[in-house]
């Protein structure tokens, strides 16, 4: 081969390996578009690589912080995975310029918290990784001014809250995965959120779903939660919310479901395959009139008492069909009547559910009155009244009040 040929071919190879000397130590650059540092034991993102990266890898290496506009030089980026690093931090708009951005994946990480603005100004996005990423808590605005994002996915974090406002600014986003075991989120969590399609909670560990829970969530698809327990459902955690077209709850455990108010911008509410333990006893079971078509409610376990007599007739006065309510639904308590059908069994008459509702009303007048005076004593003589052996003795006491 002549001397003149070997040479080009040297050249050739020597760039194809390091295009033109760009590619960093440790890391393989099989094109001036690609970009592979995986487990190159890197501590910060590389910054001299060409303008023109489009598909950048730092899955693996030893990274701990992103600053703001860390990849702000590399505006054709189209992927960009930093999974498996140490990030602990990630500063607000750290993704600034990237507006050719369609995958960014931050799984693996040791993040313990999304910041606001963290994931902020990401545009035309595909998909959005932030799971199994230790996200305890979402602040407010974490997300703000990003749009049009196809997938936002934040399963398999531990987070234990969603703050006020954590999605506010965010719009046009087609499926947005909360992360399971969610065990609060604050009321306005989703005030701002706009234009989603599908939202879903699944396995949730909430004590409650607040009053003002949805409160200025602008239009959205459907909300759904799967699985997991509910403590108690207020009667206002629909209030303020904006159009949306479905909310769904299947094979949840509800502690007390305090109401279904399905008036104005929600257009529908199926509760599927759920466990319900009771009805608010307060005010009964508040359901503005709807059109039958707007509530289903089939195949879940309900409270045979007067709870059940309570939303039957809150059913009924709102026009809905209580003879295939009755079909569709079964029994969970009392355990001598669970899992037969409500229209196989015989529910307590009004009047044993007056007789019951006074009797409660007594036994609640009579509490009150005991801590009252529990409470006088204490001031009085200086008494200190430790919780724990006055939790163990006040039904005792109640008992003997009562009868």
Not at 109 to 133: C, D, K, M, Q, W
Not at 148 to 176: C, K, M, T, Y
Not at 213 to 225: E, I, N
Not at 371 to 399: D, H, K, Q, W
């Amino acid at each position: 081969m002549p001397p003149a040929v070997r040479l080009w071919w040297l050249f050739v190879l020597l760039w194809s390996s390091k295009v033109s000397g760009f590619c960093p130590d440790g890391c393989v650059c099989p094109s001036e578009i690609q970009v592979l540092c995986i487990d190159a034991g890197l501590t910060a993102p590389p910054r001299r690589l060409p303008a023109t990266v489009q598909h950048l890898s730092l899955a693996g290496n030893r990274i701990r912080r992103l600053r703001r506009a860390a990849f702000i030089k590399l505006p054709q980026l189209r992927t960009l995975d930093l999974d498996n690093n140490r990030i602990r931090r990630v500063a607000p708009f750290a993704f600034l310029g990237l507006l050719s951005l369609e995958r960014l994946s931050l799984q693996g990480n040791p993040l313990g918290e999304l910041a606001g603005f963290s994931l902020g100004g990401l545009r035309n996005i595909t998909y959005l990784y932030v799971g199994h990423s230790g996200v305890r808590r979402v602040r407010p605005l974490a997300f703000s001014t990003s749009a049009d994002v196809r997938l936002i996915s934040l399963g398999g974090n531990p987070a234990a809250a969603l703050e006020p406002r954590a999605f506010a600014g965010l719009q046009r986003v087609h499926h947005l995965l909360l992360p399971e075991r969610l065990q609060r989120v604050a009321a306005g969590a989703f005030s701002g959120l706009r234009d989603v399609d599908v939202l879903v909670v699944r396995q949730p560990q909430l004590e409650n779903l607040p009053a003002g829970l949805l409160s200025g969530l602008q239009r959205a698809a459907r909300l759904t939660v799967i699985g997991g327990e509910v403590g108690v459902m207020d009667r206002h955690w629909m209030e303020g919310v904006g159009p949306v077209q479905v909310i769904s709850f299947t094979n949840v455990t509800i502690g007390e479901l305090g109401g279904l108010n399905i008036t104005g911008p929600v257009g529908r509410l199926e509760m599927r395959g759920n466990r319900v333990h009771a009805v608010a006893l307060s005010d009964v079971l508040t359901l503005s009139p709807c059109a039958e078509e707007r509530l289903v409610l089939v195949d879940n376990l309900l409270p045979c008492t007067c709870d059940l007599h309570r939303l039957m007739t809150a059913l009924r006065g709102a026009g809905y069909n209580v003879t295939r309510f009755s079909e569709q639904n079964r029994c969970l308590t009392p355990p001598v009547l669970q899992q037969r059908h409500i229209s196989g069994v015989s529910l307590p008459s009004a009047e044993e559910c007056a007789v019951r509702d006074r009797e409660e009303l007594e036994r609640r007048k009579s509490e009150e009155a005991f801590l009252r005076a529990m409470a006088s004593a204490g001031r009085c003589f200086g008494v200190t009244i430790y919780s724990s052996l006055f939790t163990l003795l006040l039904p005792f006491v109640i008992n003997i009040v009562v009868t």
